[in-house]
């Protein structure tokens, strides 16, 4: 396979999806971008019904289930945006949001009204100047998050562009990269491409969004050795996806996958209220428990913080589980056992 996938035709071929489903992923790729690179389609098991990268890449007919509580733009983006590619929700830091075209589009993806050919597009030459003036404006932005869309889609010539504009603006000191394109495109990590991220004036990191171990593959892995190995620090960022990762199991060794690639695990997000989503998403009380189960079995560098974005763009907040009994006189251990604390 060498070439990314689209279309349902193009699964069909590759024989990631029997012929009976066409008719009704025809309608759910008429609604939502499709699209599986060769990487990733590897990696499939097609003689699995419920293969964990299938069930994050290929398209189902649950998607064209809507649920009232679900939001075409579940994170609150549009409420918080001061100019076109900027979303100012926290004081010290932005979004940009340089493009909204992925090299994979998720099944889950929160923004996946936005993304793909029928989204948003990429920001124009003109939108580009006013984001980057609003931020050179506001001294308060710290921080600039890239994202999108997959920023790392991007030529190298444009990021570069982008950095350079950025390390004139002395207020911002972090620059930070959301991305997936390490693991589903990893001969994407050029030299080139590293070199285009790197900042004279600012600390760059680069989050990696991988949801199971087998994503990180031994290419997946070299390429993230690249970029740390060119002093960008990584991160990683994982969605709790039921059927992909809901299980200890399945997220220790994720978790652990990570940090022996030497990618701190920063978030386990709570699946957001994307439309069509909801056979994709676990109860919070799912990802306590697993997050309890990690904390007892796993390293302390292995621990993500278990966040939820609350709906309506009120921001992320940490959704436990927690270990201090309500009258901060018992304290839980890892093994479950209360003990009493007189601090
Ligand atoms: S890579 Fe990120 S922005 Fe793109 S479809 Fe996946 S979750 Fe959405």
Redesign the pocket.
């Known amino acids: 396979m060498s070439q990314t996938l689209r279309t349902p035709q193009a699964l069909r071929n590759a024989g990631l999806i029997s012929p009976d489903a066409m008719p009704e992923l025809e309608r759910v790729a008429a609604r939502y971008a499709v699209a599986v690179t060769p990487a990733m389609a590897e990696l499939i098991d097609p003689a699995d019904p419920n293969d964990p990268i299938a069930r994050q890449f290929i398209p189902t007919a649950a998607e064209l289930d809507s649920q009232p509580q679900e939001d075409a733009d579940p994170v609150g983006d549009r409420a918080h945006s001061p100019v076109e590619g900027v979303v100012h929700r926290y004081p010290d830091r932005v979004l940009l949001k340089l493009t909204h075209t ?1 090299a ?3 099944r889950f ?1 929160f ?2 009204e936005m ?1 793909g050919p029928g989204g948003e597009g990429g920001l124009t030459g003109e939108a580009l100047d006013a984001a980057l003036a609003y931020i050179a404006a506001t001294p308060a932005v710290w921080e600039v998050v890239i994202t ?3 920023p790392l889609i991007l030529s190298p010539r444009r990021l570069a562009d982008v950095m350079a504009r950025l390390a004139a603006i002395e207020h911002v000191k972090v620059v930070r990269f959301h991305t ?1 394109i390490p693991v589903v495109d990893p001969a994407a990590i050029t030299p080139e491409l590293i070199g285009a991220l790197k900042s004279p004036a600012q600390a760059v990191y680069v989050a990696l ?1 991988a949801n199971h171990a087998r994503e990180l593959t031994p290419t997946a892995r070299a390429a993230c050795a690249r970029i740390v190995d060119a002093g960008l620090p990584m991160l990683g960022q994982t969605v709790l996806l039921r059927g992909v990762n809901d299980d200890a199991a399945t997220l220790g060794a994720l978790m652990r996958a990570f940090v022996e690639t030497r990618i701190k695990p920063y978030y386990l997000h709570h699946a957001d209220l994307a439309p069509g989503t909801a056979h994709l998403r676990a109860a919070i009380a799912e990802g306590q428990a697993v997050m309890k189960a990690l904390r007892g079995d796993l390293s302390g560098l292995c621990q993500p913080l278990y966040v939820l974005d609350i709906p309506g763009g009120h921001g992320k907040v940490p959704v436990g589980p927690t270990y201090l009994a309500a009258d901060g006189m018992q304290v839980e251990d890892p093994q479950g056992e209360m003990h009493g604390y007189k601090g």
């Open positions: 992925c994979v589009y998720c993806c923004r996946r993304v999108g869309g997959d997936r969004h």
